[in-house]
């Protein structure tokens, strides 16, 4: 078996940012003293890989005579850190040996990781690597079972689940291949927090309202309230009022749960938008995503989605600093010395804390005991830019005995939702031309040109900047709300009415900040 100069060659993949990588395998096996090294800009888990690929090979029931073994993993300037180079690795070397005829594995690729009994195991990120291998011309792809709903998601490539390393090169070796290609993809249910209903919550009209808003446009908020009053009850709720996710975001919300290893066994399209809760001693790391190899963080996790951060003041003065750049472009960017990753980040922030340490601060019938220098210092934690960035500031009440005791059923999320989508609707219909599909992605130069206000809106909005001490950017963000409280009323002028609920939900704090 094998001689002098016997070369092969199979893809494999990897995962730069939220993108698929194509990795060519190049083995060399010729005459000489004993070896094997692999070689190309290594991670721990690839440079383990030679052991494992040995190993699986010999328990698969194939023996390889000891010769010189080189593999090259090319592009050399990538950093390869996926287990998922174990199949390939392994097919490279036995279609250099002459077990596996070469033509075989022309236009396919393989990516799964090799236990040492040779079984195929599941690895990270499979959905963009099969669509990178698709716009590379790849015809097929191999993958462990685990994986093959995430595969089958791609249109125009034969997807291959296989159990084990002996079944496929059997497969590979006979002439009509008897390996599975078909399969449905397994819908992902929506979790927990996204089947809770709107219908759960009594009183609070006031934060329903402008949740409703914010769902509509894409804002995001922050709510301010005494302990128990229901901040987090209405933030858990806000999914469930948003529009269904359109097929291309599913795939990008299912594209980076694949990347971060968040995909339950044999999951496919996650159709159920995000919702994210990190606690308040997560790293800036944590939230804006990095690592020597930059993996995506909570800003991303909750693209397409809600990200909810609970007691805002006591997230490290750090990580809400970090917050600001992804909240203005929609994406992170994470800088190394061989490459730039960018992450999508577009998602609706929602923030809730307590107007004072002691959470009493404002409220009717308990008495505040914090000191005003407590109250300034809690407060002033949260930075003005991070606050001019949040469209809608509400002050959440707690909720009266008689709205707690009603009969009288609140309004389901299902019905709340058939207005927002109608809202959305409107906005991209107006905003398609400008790649935008809420108004909360709108730039200065696409309000101008989209957001009409009659003469009285225009007064009341230039009294409120004047007596508001308002930044250029507190006026786009009023304008786009109202534009929004437009769009939920079916309106194509912004009037006064729209201005003045817009201005009262981004000035109803009561907090000195």
């Known amino acids: 078996q094998g001689g002098a100069g016997v070369f092969a060659k199979t893809y494999g993949a990897t995962t730069l940012g939220v993108n698929g990588v194509l990795i060519d395998v190049e083995v060399d096996v010729s005459n000489g003293f004993p070896g094997f090294d692999i ?16 190993t699986a090979i010999k328990n698969s029931g194939f023996k390889l005579k000891q010769q010189k073994v080189t593999i090259n993993l090319a592009p050399a300037n990538i950093r390869k850190d996926s287990s998922g180079l174990d199949l390939p690795i392994a097919i490279g070397l036995l279609i250099a040996y002459g077990v596996i005829p070469q033509e075989k594995t022309t236009a396919a690729l393989f990516a799964a990781e090799l236990s040492l009994e040779g079984e195929l195991r599941a690895v990270s990120g499979i959905l963009p690597m099969t669509l990178h291998a698709k716009e590379r011309g790849l015809k097929k792809i191999f993958v462990a079972p685990e994986n093959a709903n995430e595969a089958f998601l791609v249109d125009g490539i034969e997807v291959y689940p296989v159990k084990h390393l002996a079944e496929l090169v059997d497969g590979l070796r006979e002439e009509s291949s008897s390996l599975p290609i078909t399969s449905v993809p397994d819908i992902q249910e929506p979790a927990a927090g996204e089947r809770e209903d709107f219908a759960d919550v009594q009183g609070q009209f006031m934060a329903k309202r402008a949740l409703e808003i914010a769902a509509a446009g894409g804002h995001n908020v922050l709510m301010v309230g005494s302990p128990g009053a229901g901040k987090t009850m209405l933030a858990r709720r806000l999914a469930s009022i948003l529009p269904d996710m359109t097929r291309q975001e599913a795939l990008e919300v299912t594209k980076i749960y694949s990347i971060a290893g968040l995909l339950q066994n044999h999951a496919g399209l996650i159709t159920a938008r995000p919702f994210r809760s990190p606690h308040h001693t997560t790293s800036s790391t944590a939230i804006i995503g990095g690592g020597s190899i930059p993996r995506p963080g909570e800003v991303t996790l909750s693209h397409n989605g809600v990200l909810f951060l609970d007691e805002l003041p006591e997230f490290s003065k750090g990580v809400l600093e970090v917050l600001r750049q992804p909240l203005e472009d929609g994406q992170v960017t994470v800088a190394r010395i061989n490459a730039t990753f960018t992450f999508p980040s577009r998602m609706i922030l929602v923030c809730a804390m307590n107007p004072c340490p002691c959470g009493w601060n404002g409220d009717k019938e308990k008495t505040c005991t914090c000191s005003p220098n407590e109250i300034k210092r809690y407060t002033r934690k949260i930075s003005g830019p991070l606050l001019d960035r949040i469209d809608i500031h509400i002050r959440v009440p707690r909720v009266e005995y008689k709205e707690l005791t009603t009969s009288q059923p609140a309004e389901p999320s299902a019905v709340i939702r058939q207005r927002v989508t109608a809202a959305r609707n409107r906005q991209i219909q107006r905003l398609r031309s400008f790649h935008a599909v809420c108004n909360a992605q709108m730039s200065h130069a696409v309000l101008k040109k989209t957001c009409l206000l009659n003469l009285e809106a225009q007064k009341i909005l ?29 309106q194509e002028t912004i009037t006064q009415q729209h201005v003045a609920e817009a201005i009262q939900l981004r000035n109803d704090m009561g907090l000195d900040i």
Not at 39 to 54: F, M, N, Y
């Open 462 to 490: 230039e009294q409120a900047f004047n007596k508001m001490n308002m930044s250029a950017r507190s006026y786009d963000r009023i304008i786009k709300v109202a534009r929004t409280i437009a769009d939920l009323d079916n």
């Open 39 to 54: 070689v190309g800009l290594l991670d721990t888990a690839v440079k383990e890989s030679k052991e494992r690929v040995r």
